[in-house]
């Protein structure tokens, strides 16, 4: 894993759109695995910006979603569907029908199983993920895969840790009742097999489940602790997320150490 510290949520921000625009510019056309929630704003503000200044082109991008609430209509302000509008589509030009995302509105089991099959189906015709933007839980998930999710676990329906509820009610005017308990998300299985993973996390409220991922054991008690076995990963932190890692010094000293033969070249 390559882990990058930096001081500030406006840096690990641009520095994760800079990674975006860069593995884009290198491919005719490229497969973004896209999270939500408060951690990626700033890189999508990135992006957005980047792309009205003309240096990015998301004209030929893919883009499949990590997960969505069971149980609201679309449309809802708080769906996953209507973050994405509102924070990315709406403002750059991936064409609808490469716009990959859970529907939020159904509820009958066979039909999310026959969802969650065809969605895994997508990413492999698409030739799978090539860059996975994660954000992590206070808890340890990635995408909605709570403790106890197989690593090896595929698209399905989920149960939401009442701790992510107890997260998510800040976007539900702190109405924990009102807040979906389930969801569909991607597998750890499935994120591990993106090419490239880059996890971002700020805040102190992220320091326990940061260090358990990257330096703890590899449990799905944590289920972002498998990217410990992923060949192409980059955590970016800010220092209230980093203030727990044990090795925090050799983190920055590798970068460091990067940062002076890149400029080398
Ligand atoms: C959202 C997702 C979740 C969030 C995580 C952190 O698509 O996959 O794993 O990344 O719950 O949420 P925030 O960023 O709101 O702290």
Known sequence: MEIIVLETY???????????????????KIVLGLATGSTPVGLYQELVARYKKNEVDFSNAVTFNLDEYVGLEPEHPQ???SF???????????????QYIPPSNISNLKEIDR??????????????????????GVDGHIGFNESSSSLQSRTRLTTLARSTIEANAKFFDRQI????????????????EAKRCILLAN???KAK???????????????????????????????????????????????????????QM
């Open 203 to 205: 805040g102190e409220n």
């Open 79 to 81: 769906s996953y569907n």
């Open 10 to 28: 406006h840096e690990i921000s641009q520095v994760a759109a800079e990674i975006v625009v860069r593995s884009m510019q290198q491919t005719e």
């Open 115 to 136: 969802f969650c099959l065809w969605y895994e189906e997508e990413i492999q015709r698409h030739g799978g993920i090539d860059l996975q933007i994660l954000g992590i």
């Open 209 to 263: 489940a940061v260090a358990n991922a990257i330096e703890g054991p590899i449990t799905a008690s944590v289920p972002a602790s498998a990217l410990q076995m992923h060949p192409n990963t980059t955590i970016l932190l800010d220092a209230s997320a980093a203030k727990n890692l044990k090795h925090l010094e050799y983190y920055k000293w590798v970068y460091q150490n990067k940062r002076e033969l890149e400029t």
């Open 177 to 192: 009742d009102v807040v979906p308990k389930m969801s569909i998300t991607m597998g750890v299985g499935t994120i591990m």
């Open 84 to 98: 994405m509008e509102q924070h990315l589509f709406g403002e750059i030009n991936v064409p609808i029908k490469q």
